[in-house]
């Protein structure tokens, strides 16, 4: 239980583009769903709260017209990186929080989308 | 942002070598979760702990949350190649963000 799936896996996009990344929780539902990015060998860094139905909540230097994020259903949010350019490489990784539950406060995480802008 | 203060950073152990890390901060936590990270893909969940004191196991790890709720270690007992990767500890205060480590890069030589 408690799968999360993002999509697509990789990406390759050119300078100036738009790309969106799914973000799908499987078998449970999120009221909640949170955005990652990951630079090489450092640690996750929270970019955005998504909640449903609801705007979505930035961390401070995150720039929210350039990252838009849509959570419009239970089970489903997505991040569309605007206009994208080289410095927006990275691995971008969601998760999600179960709805109800015993233990709604976990997190658990999708496997990571790798964009790559040239 | 906030980060927890996990140690070591990495290790280079032989295979059947038992691994023990941990994670300490200066303010409390509601709930401690261990999580692990192969190249290319995102954490997955090994351990949550939800109770101060509270010991639990998930095959041959093994994590405990501090008494005080400042502090968690994993183990990880008799290694195996597979264990390979980046173990991560987050912290969490009630419906809050998660609070990550630096995480600990495991190398296994078999």
């Known amino acids: 239980g408690a799968v999360v799936s993002q999509h697509p896996s990789r990406v390759i996009c050119k300078s100036g583009t738009s790309v969106k990344i799914e973000c799908r929780s499987l078998d449970f539902q999120a009221t909640t769903m949170f955005w990652y990015r990951q630079f090489p060998k450092q640690s996750l860094m929270l970019m955005a709260t998504s909640n449903e139905g609801s705007k979505a909540t930035y961390e401070q230097g995150v720039e929210k017209d350039k990252f838009l994020i849509n959570h419009a259903s239970l089970t489903l949010s997505t991040l569309t990186v605007t206009s994208a350019h080289p410095e927006d490489s990275s691995f971008y990784i969601c998760?999600?929080?179960?709805?109800?539950?015993?233990?709604?406060?976990?997190?658990?995480f999708g496997p990571g989308t790798r964009l790559t802008v040239l | 942002g906030q980060q927890l203060n996990q140690s070591p950073q990495s290790m280079f152990i032989q295979e059947g070598e038992d691994v023990s890390m941990n994670c300490t901060s200066s303010s409390i936590f509601n709930t401690w979760l261990w999580y692990k990270q192969e190249p290319g893909e995102g954490p997955v969940l090994l351990i949550a702990l939800y109770k101060a004191g509270e010991l639990t196991s998930n095959g041959r790890l093994t994590a405990q949350f501090g008494i005080t709720r400042k502090d968690s270690f994993l183990n990880i007992s008799a290694s195996i190649p597979s264990d390979v990767g980046i173990y991560f500890c987050a912290g969490l205060k009630g419906a809050q963000k998660l609070v990550f480590g630096q995480g600990t890069r495991l190398t296994i030589n078999p």
């Open positions: 998760s999600a929080r179960p709805s109800g539950g015993p233990h709604p406060d976990t997190q658990y």
